[in-house]
């Protein structure tokens, strides 16, 4: 095992503010990480001239609008090393991430996670993910539905368990959330309770640019499409009032933060 390869994919879409710190901290790993492949999704701000020019070693894939989790797809069927891990070009990994993530891997599991610190401009305190909403006691599929308790910058799969589940969705909004719920009721997930990234909220965020009552409503229903056929049925319950307090307050929501905290205060997390 000792062999195993190590591969990183970043999607990238007009961050070249950003996308520096993002290599660079997957450079200065504790564990060495074989390849840096990134996904330049139509940058029009020199994204791409940056990262050639900065960071010879790391492979530069081009797409148009794929989307963060086509774009992430498209690098994980491109790289070739044995076990995977996600970057957004926004956020930054600590120094022990690779060696936290990729033990769990080297000792059998299919996937693992771990905790994001989420700071920035945006909020108004930091805050973990998965945070309150998340019990390690829980079975991961009861979690998963609950709230999307995992970012994909903490994750990494082992690559053939990953191209079997055929990736993250195409869709605009939540494909993260789709992709690890749907993982959860299939594959075993191993939780790592260490700090693993900063997670950079600015504002561009997609989940603060893209957010809607309409997304978010669209997203649950997705979410029970998946519970459908299986033994699931208190999910399918929750998930429906969870689109009820959608209909009755997300209009008023401005980002994900906002419907999070509505959560709470309902008692859906």
């Known amino acids: 095992m000792h062999d195993t390869t190590i591969g ?17 901290s997957v450079l200065a790993q504790s564990k060495y990480v074989d390849e840096i492949i990134v996904v330049n999704d139509g940058s029009r701000d ?17 797409t148009q609008n794929a989307g963060p ?10 790289c070739p090393c044995d076990v995977l891990l996600f970057l957004d070009s926004d956020d930054i990994w600590l120094e022990n991430h690779v060696k936290d993530l990729v033990a769990p891997i080297l000792q059998g599991y299919s996937c693992s996670f ?53 990736g993250f969705p195409a869709t605009s909004f939540g494909e993260d959330w789709l992709f690890f ?34 997304q978010a409503r669209s997203l649950m229903k997705h979410l029970r499409k998946l519970c459908q056929g299986i033994d699931h049925k208190h999910l399918t319950e929750y998930i429906d009032k969870v689109i009820q307090l959608i209909d009755k307050e997300g209009q008023a929501w401005k980002n994900v933060q906002d419907w999070y905290r509505a959560m709470e205060r309902t008692g859906l997390i």
């Open 8 to 24: 990183c994919v970043i999607p990238v879409k007009n961050r070249s503010g950003q996308i520096v710190d993002a290599i660079e």
């Open 69 to 78: 989790g086509m774009a992430r797809n498209i690098g994980a069927l491109r």
């Open 46 to 62: 020199g994204t791409e001239k940056k990262v050639r020019d900065r960071f010879p070693q790391v492979t530069v894939i081009n």
């Open 114 to 166: 771990g905790l994001t610190i989420n700071d920035g401009p945006c909020i108004e305190e930091t805050f973990t993910i998965p945070g309150r909403e998340f019990s390690p006691e829980r079975p991961m599929e009861e979690n998963l539905f609950r709230w999307c308790s995992i970012v994909p910058s903490s994750f990494a799969m082992s690559r053939a368990d990953f191209l079997k589940t055929g």
């Open 181 to 214: 719920a749907k993982l959860a009721l299939d594959f075993p997930i191993h939780y790592v309770p260490k700090e693993v990234t900063i997670r950079r909220i600015h504002g561009e965020n997609l989940c603060w640019r893209t957010f809607s009552q309409k």
